[in-house]
């Protein structure tokens, strides 16, 4: 059996019609899903990539058995420490154009998959099984794609499409609080600005959509799609204003780090299964261990539909910490305007990109929350 895993770095959980869009076309993504096992919880447990693949490539080469290739566009992951593990290592030339490229055929999405799916068919000759990792910068690189993509879903009185190249950025312009103010201030943001990067982003997702098309049909059509097991991710998300900001920052809310996981078995084992259960990221490396292994908890967990694998799950970026359970989303991060700590509660899953703080209003969920968070027994 081969592995076949894309993880696309910015991939918003919310731009999949699986995971709830209904604005932006994603046909062939959303036919993955209905193949696929799909987790509707998903999270990292950092917002550092470099940690992120530390948890992540933890497998075991004498135990998964395959010849292990890694196909990157991010420096920075082709160094990794742990890309050591991989047999061989491949980086794809980053984007480094000045203007959105002509056509989908010179996007980084389509050229990086287009050269993952020659390494993995140089591979139909090895004597082991394949697993080829590429992981492409994405959303939270530069952005290559066309303006004809971006013009898609774009209204009539809308404003234009973001035209750049580099990753937008776009927050509330800055209020200097008084001495008589002693909350937070909370400028708005211009719509008209997420508005355009709204747009860019979502032409994006299109084009990542028809890359991912070409890749998965060519995958059929050949020697190896029909032993071959493929994932799409992400590893981090974006912000598109959700909560005042817009572009790669890396803010402990659900738009950076709830993420889409998908794992589609060439037998059609777990398609249109959902997961409801919270899943962290760093739980992969136990699947792509035990991948041949139908005895695995992960193939008890899709068989049985299990609600609940982790009570909880522990998330840090910095000073910045948060709690996930089955029922809450805990944030507690030092507030910039004053000394002491800013403590958000929001209702898990109904307040899905938590807009409604609730801390107030439970002081003693919060109070458990806090010591969970730092319990070192969990």
């Not at 056509?103 to 998959?113: A, V």
Request: proline share 5%.
């Amino acid at each position: 059996m081969n592995i076949f895993c894309l993880s696309i770095d910015g991939f918003h959980n919310g731009m999949i019609g699986a995971y709830g869009n209904s604005w932006i076309q994603t046909p062939a993504i959303d036919l993955l899903a209905s193949q696929s096992v799909l987790f509707d919880r998903c999270y990292v447990e950092t917002m550092d990539l470099s940690a992120i693949f530390d948890s992540l490539w933890q497998f075991q080469k004498q135990k998964i058995k395959m010849r292990t290739v890694l196909l990157t566009d991010d420096n920075d992951i082709f160094f990794h420490t742990k890309a050591n593990n991989f047999d061989k290592r491949y980086r794809l030339k980053p984007f480094e154009g000045q203007e959105p490229v002509s056509s989908l055929e010179e996007t980084q999405f389509f050229t990086g998959l287009a050269a993952a799916l020659d390494l993995f068919q140089e591979q139909k000759h090895s004597v082991k099984p394949c697993f080829l990792w590429t992981h492409l910068q994405g959303f939270r690189g530069r952005w290559d794609f066309p303006m004809s993509y971006r013009e898609t879903h774009r209204g009539e009185e809308d404003p234009a499409p973001y035209s750049g190249v580099e990753i937008p950025y776009v927050k509330p312009p800055y209020v200097k609080p008084s001495l008589k103010q002693s909350n937070r201030i909370v400028a708005a943001i211009d719509p008209d600005r997420v508005q355009a990067v709204m747009e860019s982003y979502s032409g994006g997702v299109a084009a990542l959509d028809h890359a991912i098309a070409g890749l998965l049909d060519s995958l059929e059509n050949g020697q190896l799609g029909h032993e071959t097991i493929f994932l799409l991710l992400s590893t981090r998300g974006f912000s598109l204003g959700e909560h005042g900001k817009v572009g790669a920052d890396n803010y402990l809310y659900s738009e950076n780090v709830q993420i889409p996981l998908l794992v589609r078995f060439p037998d059609g084992f777990g398609a249109a299964v959902r997961i409801p259960a919270l899943f962290g990221l760093s739980d992969l490396t136990g699947f792509l261990n035990n991948v041949s292994d139908k005895e695995s908890p992960f193939f008890d967990l899709v068989q049985e539909k299990t609600e609940m694998i982790r009570p909880q799950l522990r998330i840090t970026n910095k000073k910045e910490f948060a709690i996930v359970t089955q029922d809450w989303f805990f944030r507690k991060v030092p507030d910039g305007y004053r000394s002491d700590e800013h403590i958000e509660l929001y209702v898990k899953p109904d307040d899905r990109w938590e807009t409604n703080n609730v801390a107030d209003r439970c002081p003693e969920i919060v109070e458990e929350l806090l010591l969970r968070l730092f319990s070192k027994k969990n």
